[in-house]
């Protein structure tokens, strides 16, 4: 005589569903990681003449469907105007970048500075590189492998 059991089925969609649970805790707190350890190495490469860049440095997780993204940028306007910079003028002192002529058509002749660097320290000082945020991707991407292999495991 055979023995029915029953709730067999119930039993299956409930592992499958702690399974899912556990796997996209795990997605999260390992793309969290991951965008920790990249901001960390972009924040040593970033430019600080005021802090207001490297303070303006974000993290953040997406869900996009089936998918989570995870995100780090930057909220100050000219953070992607800094990011593609030349670098050029790394190491140059922040100097104004000149004087207007001497001269005008309204009013007494004057000149006028018109900006440029605030005048204190050098450009892209002192570890700060153009492409900052990519090349800290790029510097992080062992540790990011390594730590996406740990957070994953069963």
């Given at each position: 005589m055979g023995v029915k059991v029953k709730g067999i089925q119930q039993a299956q969609r409930n592992m499958n569903a702690l399974i899912n649970d556990?796997?996209?805790?795990?997605?999260?707190r390992a793309l969290k990681s991951?965008?920790?350890?990249?901001?960390?190495e972009a924040a040593i490469l970033t430019p600080r003449?005021?802090?207001t860049l490297i303070n303006s440095q974000y993290t953040e997780l997406l869900p996009?469907?089936?998918?989570i993204i995870g995100r780090i940028g930057y909220?100050?306007?000219?953070?992607?105007a800094v990011h593609n910079a030349s670098g050029k003028?790394?190491?140059?002192?922040?100097?104004?970048?000149?004087?207007?002529?001497?001269?005008?058509?309204f009013g007494p002749k004057r000149s006028v500075e018109f900006g440029g660097g605030t005048g204190?320290?050098?450009?892209?000082?002192?570890?700060?590189?153009?492409?900052?945020?990519?090349?800290?991707?790029?510097?992080?991407?062992?540790?990011?492998d390594a730590v996406m292999k740990k957070e994953l495991k069963l």
């Open positions: 556990i796997e996209g805790r795990k997605i999260v991951a965008t920790i350890i990249i901001g960390s003449d005021t802090s996009q469907g089936s998918k909220t100050a306007s000219y953070a992607a003028l790394k190491g140059q002192p922040r100097a104004h970048f000149g004087r207007t002529a001497n001269h005008s058509e204190v320290g050098n450009y892209w000082d002192p570890n700060a590189e153009p492409q900052f945020l990519l090349k800290g991707a790029v510097k992080a991407k062992d540790t990011v």
